[in-house]
Structures are given as C-alpha cells and as structure tokens.
C-alpha cells in the first residue's frame, strides 16, 4: 500500500512539473508582453518594471525561479492588478468557490445515487424511464445555457430565488443546482447500471432465499456493492464541478476564483492564468490520488499493486 | 438372459435433413447488431436526428436568401416571421442562416476531433498492446502522465495562446483528447492478440502491421465505434464552454456555442436568439448519445435475446 502510495505521487510530481513546465513556456509564448496595452509605455517605464519583476534575466533562470517559488506556494504578482499577488486571488476567492463546489458535489452525489437506485429497483417501469430522460436531459445541456434557463424562469419570473450574487445560503441554490446538474445525470446513469448488475448477481439470490427482506437486500448487499463505480467517479467529478464554476459564478456574479480565472482570461493576465492553473492542477491531481487511494480501502477485492500479500 | 429377436430391432429412419436444419436465419455479426440496434427505439429516433441534423447542415443555409455574415441593421432583433424564420440578431443577420452554418461548424469540430483522436488513439493503443513489454510500459507512462493533466485547463491554456480560430480549437481538444481511445484500443488488442487466429496469422508470415489492421483492429470495431460515438458530442460541448468564455471561433462565423453564448446576455428581451442554437446543441447532444448508447447495447451479445 505505501509502496503503491509513493509511486502515484512520484507520477504526480511528475505530471505537476509536466504541466507547470508547459504552462511557463506556452504563457511565454502567448502573444504581447505583459505591459502592452492600449497605450505604449515609455522605454524607461518598461525596462523598470521588466527588471522589477524579473523579466529581464534569461529564461532558465525566470523558469528555474518559478518552480522554487511554486514550490514554496508563491504563485506570483498579478501584471494587471498593482499589488495583488496570485495567492491573494487564491485566498481570496478559493473559499467561496470550494463552498459553492461541495454544495454541488452533494447535491449531484446524493440526488444521483437516488434516482439511480430508483431507476433500477424500477427497471423497466415508468419511474426508471422518468430518471433516465432526466438524467439524459441532464447530459445534453451544456451548463451555461442550464444556469441562464433556471436564472430566468426560478429567479427573474417565479421570483423564488435571489437572481444573482453571493450573500446568503438562498443565493447559494441555483448556482450549485446548476452546477451539479450534469454530474448528477452521469451519477444517476451509473449507479443504474451498476445496480442492475449487481441485482442480477448470485447472492442477491441467496438473500432472497434466505428470506430478508426487499429493503434488507438493497440497503445491505446490494447498494454497498453497486455504489462503487460512483466512488471511482468522484475524481473526475470533482474535475467537473470545478471547470463548470468557471462558468457558473460568471453567470450569477459570484466572487469565487472561476470568476478571477475567467477574468484574467479576458484580460490576458499571464501570471494569473499560469498560477490559478496551477493551483487547480495540484487540487485535482490530489484529488484523484485520494479517490484512488480510498477505493482501494472500500473494495476488498481491489489489491493495489506492490501491496502485501494477505493484505 | 433373454433372447430377443432380430426382427425387434428396426433402424430408425435417419432424418439426417431434419437435424441438420438451420431454424434460424445465418446471421453475420454485424447484421446481428444492426437488427437489434433498430430495435431500439431511442437509438433509431437519434439517428433519424442526425440524419436529418446533417441535411439541414448542408442544405440549410441554401433555403434562405439571407446570408450568415450580411449585417443588416434597419432590422435588428427582429422576433421570427415569415421573413426571417428565425428571427435576427443584434447586427441584424438572419438567425435560421446562422444557425445552420453554425451546424456545419460545430458538427465538424465534433467530428474532426473525434476523428483525430481516433486515428492517434489507434496507433497509440494499438501498437501499445501488440508490442507489449517495455515499449508497452513506457508508452502508457507517457499516456498516464499527460491523461492527469485537467483536459478543460490545458484547452483553455492553448486556447489562449494559440489564438481563437477553428484549427487551433481542434488542435487544443485533440492534444490530450486521444488518450481514451488510445487505452480503449490497448486494452482491446491485449485481450485479441492472444487469440489463435493471429497465432495462425503470425506462423503464416503476416507482418505485424497486416495483424493489426486485418485482424486486431477490424475484431476491435464496436468499442472504438462506441467510444468516438460518444466522443463527438463531449467536443461539441467543449466548443459550447469555450464559446462561453469568449475563446470560440471568432466573428462573423457562427457556431452553436458562440450563438448560444450570444443569446444568453439577450435572453431576457430576445430569447430567440438563445432558444435555436440551444435547442440544436442540445438535441445533437442527446442524438449522439442515445445512438452511443444504442451501439454499446447492440454489440454487446451479452444483451441479446
């Protein structure tokens, strides 16, 4: 297991220098320099401000530099806001964007889980068919035309919901129903599946024949095997969720780090593009690891390779 | 012991004719997938959408005089009528014009991607799996570690380096976007090449290169089919995010995503504007998937009856 661990981190660091390493040279490779604006600066100006960030030595050395301070969880100054510096940006609107994504996660999680078991334990009535046009509804809007649709009719027509910003627990609805819409059409659609098969299996027989009782079966043998594959899911869901608030907190005015990373895409602030991708890229890649690590104790089945035996 | 006479034996009449009788029609593998892939309701009801999706992309934008880039700004929002069907946007172009020359766009970033990373993925994979051993090892090292990458962070990096346009978006998605396939197919070919047949294949002094694309990669077919099925509409609603945040092909062209994304700041006054390219998005979504689906279902002989 700790052998296991050690190598998937080592494949980690390796993926994290891959992509710091691309992202330093493609930024550099990005057209403009980072002072070129509307208006020219003077000479002077530039070569201060070149020098005061740095951006006059060669490019090892600025490279060699930004993995030490990366290392160190210095992602830079921010060339078009003076005096904010990237983490600022982290600190600042990580928070309200990891709330708004747990909300979702929950909501996609158990509402998935629901209506899949639903679906299944239905199969083939009218309850299954409803969940799965739901859930393929859910996977063929894309979520910025689900999040404008909910805002128009919930929030500006039926007045249930506070239209945008980010202030109370009420503000929070929409923006993680929309969120969580897609990954909950995706949980659904997989715990369906992996429902039916497991009902189909042998020992789900034996526990009828033993004489427990239909909710006995379902809760005891049959969901704890079933939810699995949801389990394995949960790495590239979190990818999901967090892509889709770029979009999501643009659309209802939330002051989250999408909305900055969405900002700074518009306004080609490189440092931040390059540190916000980063940051995410390190919480994603920690995230799969810890999903992955976690399956490994939930399934019994699941030896992880360079594992003890007996384990 | 009793005695039993010859006479009580009598040969019975062989009806070698009967017992050689096939009841049912020979069927071919792949004639067995396309009977019961219609069969499935869903899946034919997407694919006649796609069909007629596609027509539309074509002929489309020829049923109206209206051209997608002409800017006519006596009339602009202008709701649908007879004139304009679906009605105009902001600069006064025709929406029906637009919308079925965005078809043609998106449709082609769906399957322009899709059909690369088909085509890099099947090399990957393919000689991945059939060489095996170190090249194996060091291939899939090479996929793990770029299929870590956020796939939606790297396009949107590209994206904003490269510039916006249609090349480099198709570009962008396929970087990283072929690593499914290619792992799809491995896994297939590892399973295939133990086969006796490309044992037999082998002895007879085929090359590696004959084994793997008359053998390997034609016994391979309904997984990649089903993959690229299923991999054209995520790029499609790539194109859509992307469009969103201001990184989709730039103007005067039109795609679905740019449209959409349009409409959405106009919703409130002009929904048209947003209603057609959303509702095309979300049925040629909802087509390739239940057609993606349909497939997986129909090669799968587990489910047939």
């Not at chain 1, 969880?73 to 747990?102: A, E, R």
């Not at chain 1, 009535?125 to 969940?131: H, L, M, N, R, V």
């Not at chain 2, 009598?10 to 009967?18: M, N, R, T, V």
């Not at chain 2, 172009?93 to 990373?117: E, H, K, N, Q």
Request: proline share 5%; charged share 15%; hydrophobic share 50%.
């Amino acid at each position: 297991m700790l052998r296991y661990i050690g190598r998937r981190l080592l494949y980690m660091l390796l993926s994290l220098f891959l992509i710091i390493t691309a992202t330093f040279f493609l930024m550099r490779a990005a057209p403009g320099g980072p002072f070129s604006g509307e208006k020219k600066l003077p000479p002077e100006i530039e070569k201060n401000l070149n020098e005061y960030y740095g951006l006059d030595r060669p490019w090892y050395s600025q490279y060699f530099d930004y993995l030490v301070s990366v290392a160190k969880w210095d992602f830079g100054p921010s060339f078009k806001y003076k005096g904010q510096t990237v983490n600022d940006l982290i600190s600042d609107g990580f928070p309200v964007s990891f709330f708004l994504g747990m909300e979702a996660l929950l909501i996609a999680v158990s509402i998935g889980i629901l209506l899949g078991i639903i679906a299944a334990l239905n199969h083939n009535k009218w309850q299954d068919y409803g969940a799965m046009v739901f859930a393929v509804l859910g996977i063929s809007v894309p979520s910025f035309i689900m999040a404008s649709v909910l805002q128009y009719f919930l929030a500006i027509k039926l007045h249930l919901f506070p239209v945008a910003r980010w202030e109370s627990l009420q503000h929070t609805v929409l923006p993680a129903l929309a969120l969580a819409a897609t990954p909950m059409a995706f949980i659904a659609r997989l715990t369906r599946s992996s429902m039916l098969e497991v009902l189909s299996n042998d020992y789900i027989r034996t526990a009828k024949a033993k004489g427990l009782s239909r909710g006995q079966i379902t809760v005891k043998h049959a969901i704890r095997n079933a939810l699995l594959p949801v389990v394995t899911y949960l790495g590239p869901l979190s990818a999901g969720i967090l892509t889709g608030s770029f979009v999501i907190e643009k659309i209802f005015g939330i002051p989250g780090l999408g909305s900055h990373f969405v900002l700074s895409i518009s306004n080609r602030d490189y440092t931040v593009i390059m540190g916000v991708t980063v940051f995410y890229s390190i919480l994603l890649l920690a995230s799969v690891l810890l999903v992955d690590i976690a399956y490994g104790f939930i399934d019994p089945r699941i030896k992880l390779a360079g594992g003890k035996k007996g384990e | 012991m009793q005695q039993i006479p010859k006479e009580m034996f009598q040969p019975a009449a062989a009806e070698l004719g009967e017992a050689e009788k096939i009841s049912r029609p020979s069927l071919s593998y792949w004639k067995d997938v396309a009977i019961r892939f219609r069969k499935n309701k869903l899946a034919m009801f997407g694919l006649v959408l796609l069909v007629l999706l596609v027509f539309m992309a074509i002929f489309g934008p020829h049923m109206t005089k209206y051209d997608y880039a002409t800017n006519d700004l006596m009339n602009t929002n202008q709701p649908p009528s007879s004139k304009h069907w679906f009605g105009t946007d902001d600069l006064g172009r025709d929406v029906f014009a637009r919308t079925w020359y965005g078809a043609r766009i998106s449709l082609f970033i769906g399957l322009a991607a899709a059909l690369i990373d088909l085509l890099i993925g099947v090399l990957w994979g393919g000689i991945s799996g059939l060489r095996g051993g170190r090249t194996d090892e060091v291939m899939m090292r090479i996929a793990d570690i770029l299929w870590a990458v956020p796939y939606l962070l790297l396009v949107i990096i590209l994206m904003v380096v490269l510039g916006q346009g249609l090349g480099t978006m198709i570009l962008a998605m396929t970087i990283t976007g072929w690593i499914n396939m290619a792992r799809i197919v491995r896994g297939q070919v590892l399973q295939l090449k133990s086969q006796e047949y490309v044992l037999a294949s082998q002895t007879l002094g085929a090359s590696t290169s004959r084994i793997m694309f008359k053998h390997l990669i034609p016994n391979a077919m309904g997984p990649i089919l089903v993959t690229l099925t299923l991999s054209i509409p995520s790029a499609i609603f790539t194109e859509a995010f992307l469009s969103y945040l201001g990184l989709g092909v730039p103007q005067p062209l039109a795609s679905w995503g740019t449209m959409a994304s349009d409409g959405v700041q106009a919703m409130q006054y002009y929904p048209w504007r947003l209603f057609f390219p959303a509702t095309f998005i979300c049925l040629t979504i909802f087509a390739f998937n239940v057609v993606g689906d349909g497939l997986r279902d129909a090669l799968d002989p587990r489910l047939r009856k």
